[in-house]
T-cell receptor, first 112, second 113 residues
Framework: QKEVEQDPGPLSVPEGAIVSLNCTYSNSAFQYFMWYRQYSRKGPELLMY????GNKEDGRFTAQVDKSSKYISLFIRDSQPSDSATYLC????????????FGQGTRLTINP | EPEVTQTPSHQVTQMGQEVILRCVPI?????FYWYRQILGQKVEFLVS????????KSEIFDDQFSVERPDGSNFTLKIRSTKLEDSAMYFCALTGTGHGELFFGEGSRLTVL
């Protein structure tokens, strides 16, 4: 069983739409959850970082973790063409020495 | 947010050749990480390096791989005898201030022919 699963997409939405990106995970010991944005042939860029269950908001981005259902979400409001990228979810054990476990990544395109 | 420079940005090599990928942090760090991403696949953990020693490694990080910090600043990943399946993007990563925060370099693309 894969530890972190993510629908690879591709996902295409019109500019201004609300985007919902999701991941599930299997290891209940995961404590920290991250969302990264990756442009083509570039390094992953940390967007959001949350600990345990709950919501975290940063501008147009909201990260949500539901540990009871092992579900991670990222919402993007008022999406822009510049948000077009691959979005990676990742999880880590509390004593994991930053050994991130990544999802497959969802390729997102925002159409002007 | 820590900054890290990786060189080379792209390297093409013949199968069986040795390759050294370099990571140069802008400021002092004790913890370094290498991750790999084969085209179209997940980003995968290779190795973590703390205080000049390997602290954890994955099953991918076999005897063909090694890491070191030769001069106290640069952090290198060496692949002793490259195979076709080593073709990938290799990312160096550094920790931030929060537990779980990890910042990646731009990556080195390795192509093995």
């Amino acid at each position: 069983q894969k530890e972190v699963e993510q629908d690879p997409g591709p996902l295409s939405v019109p500019e201004g739409a609300i985007v919902s990106l999701n991941c599930t995970y299997s290891n209940s010991a995961f404590q920290y959850f991250m969302w990264y944005r990756q442009y083509s042939r570039k390094g992953p860029e940390l967007l959001m970082y949350t600990y345990s269950s709950g919501n975290k908001e940063d501008g147009r981005f909201t990260a949500q973790v539901d540990k009871s259902s092992k579900y991670i979400s990222l919402f993007i409001r008022d999406s822009q063409p510049s948000d077009s990228a691959t979005y990676l979810c990742a999880a880590i054990l509390i004593q994991g020495a930053q050994k991130l476990v990544f999802g497959q990544g969802t390729r997102l395109t925002i159409n002007p | 947010e820590p900054e890290v420079t990786q060189t080379p940005s792209h390297q093409v090599t013949q199968m069986g050749q040795e390759v050294i990928l370099r990571c140069v942090p802008i400021s002092n760090h004790l913890y370094f990480y290498w991750y790999r991403q084969i085209l179209g696949q997940k980003v995968e953990f290779l190795v973590s390096f703390y205080n000049n020693e390997i602290s954890e490694k994955s099953e991918i990080f076999d005897d063909q791989f090694s890491v070191e910090r030769p001069d106290g600043s640069n952090f290198t990943l060496k692949i002793r005898s490259t195979k076709l399946e080593d073709s990938a993007m290799y990312f160096c990563a550094l920790t931030g201030t929060g537990h779980g925060e990890l910042f990646f370099g731009e990556g080195s693309r390795l192509t093995v022919l």
